[in-house]
């Protein structure tokens, strides 16, 4: 490695950990110090900007602990500032540091990833709906914009009032999605429709009537009609919302 190498890789150190890398030789005590604090906070800024939620359900000390730590600890794979969300999500799943923090945190910052996602996504909805009429039969695939999702805390109902250390009895299923008016919106799900939509997801093309008939064979179910019914119902209510496609 040269010596302007060396040089950056000291100077880049000291910017990520300023109280244990020491100054490069050479460059004002002084000058490095008002750059690391504004290179941090401009850090601290951008994901408070990102996971506004996760920024409220922490004490200041707390929240500059953990970017911190990030700054110092995770070693991002890229330079787009849009991306570093996502860079921020894979460092809280897999920190241990969260031992020490709420045990929702890395669901909520996945979530408020994800509706990041959807906002900045350069993908669009259908023109249209796809008719009511014949939907269980046609082959669908589901829109980019549209994401079913199962967490383990209500992360859409945490905020400094209301922050939970144990999980739900039950998984929490929704659907995040951004509709026409390019609003990020989230729908609770039952299990029924989770379990279509990210069918639908998975495989893309599926037939909703086959799949349905399939899973009231899988569980048994006693009035089978009435169970696609219900399936056809749900459907059709997601189907307003543009977020199907058919070829």
Not at 63 to 72: A, G, H, Y
Not at 75 to 94: R, S, W
Not at 168 to 187: A, I, K, N, S
Not at 223 to 237: Q, R
Request: a negative charge.
């Amino acid at each position: 490695m040269g010596e302007l190498q060396e040089l950056q890789k000291a100077f880049t150190q000291h910017l990520r950990n300023p109280d244990q890398i020491p100054i490069p030789l050479g460059l004002d005590k002084r000058r490095m110090s008002i750059y690391s604090e504004l290179i941090f906070n401009n850090v601290s800024a951008l994901l408070s900007d990102f996971f506004p939620v996760i920024h409220s359900v922490l004490s200041e000390a707390q929240w500059q602990r953990m970017v911190r730590d990030f700054f110092i600890s995770h070693q991002c794979q890229t330079p787009y500032f849009m991306k570093i969300a996502g860079e921020f999500v894979d460092y809280l799943a897999n920190s241990e540091l969260m031992a020490a923090y709420p045990k929702f945190l890395p669901e909520l910052a996945h979530y408020e990833w994800i509706e990041l996602a959807l906002f900045t996504s350069e993908e669009e909805l259908p023109l249209a709906s796809l008719p009511d009429e014949g939907l269980m039969e046609r082959p669908l695939r589901i829109s980019k914009l549209a994401v079913p999702l199962a967490y383990q805390f209500p992360v859409h109902k945490i905020s400094p009032d209301m922050q939970l250390e144990a999980t739900g009895r039950e998984p929490t299923l929704l659907l995040v999605l951004r509709d026409v008016q390019d609003t990020v919106r989230f729908f609770e799900l039952q299990p029924l429709a989770f379990q279509m939509l990210s069918a639908i997801k998975q495989h893309p093309h599926l037939v909703p009537s086959i799949w349905l008939a399939g899973i009231a064979e899988q569980l048994d179910v006693d009035d089978k009609s009435t169970f696609i019914e219900n399936g056809s119902t749900l459907l059709v209510s997601f189907n307003e919302h543009k977020i199907f496609f058919s070829e």
